[in-house]
C-alpha cells in the first residue's frame, strides 16, 4: 500500500507542475493582452421551392459505430476547386534608376479548395464563402469523380455562406436536421477534403452551442455556432457536419488555432441558419434580413445587480428604434428578452440567430421579462428600411438614400448653363434627409464624377460598399454652390 502511495505520488508531480507550468505561462500570456484564442478561417427540380428540414425524428441516440452515417455523408459532400487572379507589383530598380518609371503591377492565379455539400438533387450546393471569394472559376468534384463548373448563385458574407449550382441530376443529397434540437455531447461527424484528402470523416462530440468567436467581419455578422471537437483542418471548409443518422447540422467553417491547423476545436454554421440563407439566395439572390429594432446588452450577474434586474441571464433592451419592429410591439427598454418562438435566449448570439433564420414580414412570439413579470409580444420583423417588403440588393441599395431623383431636360440645362445633373425631386428621409440634403438641390458630381442622368447615378451608387465615403457635390435652388458627405 505503502508503494502504492509513493508510485502514485511520483507520477503526479510533474503532472501537476506542468499544469501549474501552464497556467504561469497562461497568466503571463495574458498580462501581455494575448487572449488565449486564435481563431482561423480556413483559406482556402427545387429550383423554385425551398430546402427544408427532410429530418423529422428523435434524436439518434449514440451507436456502436458511425459506418452507416459515414456511408450516407461523403456521396453527399463535394471537393470545391478554385482558381483567382491577384494582383502584384514586383520592385524592379533598374527601372526606377535608368528608365524612370515605376514597375509594372504583374498578375498571376492562385489555387484553392475546401467543401461542399449537396442540397439537392439537381446540383444545389452549400459552402463557405471565404472558399469561393474573389474565385474567377468554380470546380466541383463529387465523390464519384465527376467534375462539373460550378455556377455561383448568390453568397452571403454575414454568415460566411454561399450558394452553388452545378448541371448534374439524381446527385446524392444530403437530409438535414432541426440543428435547434442539437444537444451538448451529442455524436457527430466532420466529413470534408482537408488538404486535398477527400472523403474524410473525423468524429467528436457537439461541445457547445450558440458560439460567438468575432470572426465574420461584415456588419450584421450573425454568428451562432456549433462548437465540436471532431478534428476540422484547412480543406474542411463548407462541408458537413452529421449527426449519426447521417442528417446535416451544419457546416463546418472554423477552427480555434495557434497554428493553423486543427487544436481541438472546430465550428460549424447551424443547419437551420444555413436553409434560411440558402432558401434566400434561391429565390431573391441575396439574403432577406430581418429587424428587430434594438440595441442591446448580454445580461450577466454584474448587470443584473448594476441595473437591479430580476433575472441574471438574457438579452438586455438598451435602446428601442422609435418606429421599429420592437416599438411597434411594445417593448420597453429595460426588458429582457428570454425567448423567442419557444427558444431560450440567454446570449445575444441566440438572439441573432433566432432573427436570422426569418425574413421581414414573419412573426415571432418574444417573452421578456419586466420588473420581474414575464409577459408576451407578437413581434412584426422589419428591414433595414424599416418596412415589411422584399427588396432586392439594388432597391434597398437606392431607396436607403431617402429621395426620388429625376432628369434635368436640355432646357433646364441650358437654363443653369450645366452639361450635367439631375435634380432632387422629393427628400424621404433616410441618408439625404440626414446629410441636409434639401428638395431641388442639383447634382452634378457623385464622388468627383459628373452625375449625367439618374441612370449613371445609380450605376455608380451600386459600386458602394459599407463605410465608403459619400461626396455629392452640386448647386442649391438658390444657384450657391454646395457639397454634402456621409459614410455609406
Known sequence: MNLMKALLKSIGRPIAFTAIGGLVALGAAHSLGWTGKTVIIEDTN????????????????????????AERTVEAVVHVKTT????????????????????????????GSGSGVILTEDGYIVTNNHVIKGAKTIVVTTSNNDEYEAELIGTDPTTDIALLKIAGNALTKVDVANSDEVRLGQWVLAVGNPFNLTSTVTAGII?????????????SAIESFLQTD???????????????????????????????????YSFAVPANLMLKVVNDLKEYGRVQRAFIGINYNEVTAALSEELNLEINKGVY????????????????????IINVNGKAITTGADLTEALGQHRPGEKLAVVV????????????LKNKLGTTEMLTKEEELLRSFGAELEDLSSTDKRRLGLRYGIRVSKVLGGRFENAGI?????????????VENVESFERLVRQFSPGDGVLIQGFEPNGKANYYAFEW
Open 46 to 69: 427545387q429550383s423554385a421551392s425551398q430546402v427544408n428540414w427532410t429530418a423529422d425524428r428523435p434524436l439518434p441516440s449514440a451507436p456502436t459505430d458511425f459506418v452507416a452515417a
Open 84 to 111: 483567382a487572379e491577384r494582383v502584384q507589383n514586383y520592385y524592379n530598380p533598374f527601372n526606377d534608376l535608368f528608365f524612370g518609371r515605376p514597375s509594372t503591377p504583374q498578375k498571376f492565379e492562385v489555387e
Open 207 to 219: 461541445s457547445a452551442k450558440g458560439r460567438d468567436i468575432n470572426i465574420i467581419d461584415e456588419q
Open 230 to 264: 471532431a478534428a476540422v483542418n484547412p480543406g474542411n471548409s463548407g462541408g458537413a457536419l452529421v449527426n449519426t443518422a447521417g442528417e446535416l447540422v451544419g457546416i463546418n467553417t472554423a477552427i480555434s488555432s495557434r497554428s493553423g491547423s486543427f487544436e481541438g
Open 317 to 336: 433592451v438598451a435602446n428601442v428604434i422609435p418606429g421599429g419592429a420592437a416599438d411597434d410591439a411594445g417593448i420597453l427598454k429595460g426588458d429582457v
Open 369 to 380: 421579462n419586466r420588473s420581474g413579470k414575464n409577459k408576451p409580444f407578437e413581434v412584426l
Open 438 to 450: 434639401p428638395k431641388d438641390f442639383i447634382i452634378v458630381k457623385l464622388n468627383n464624377v459628373y
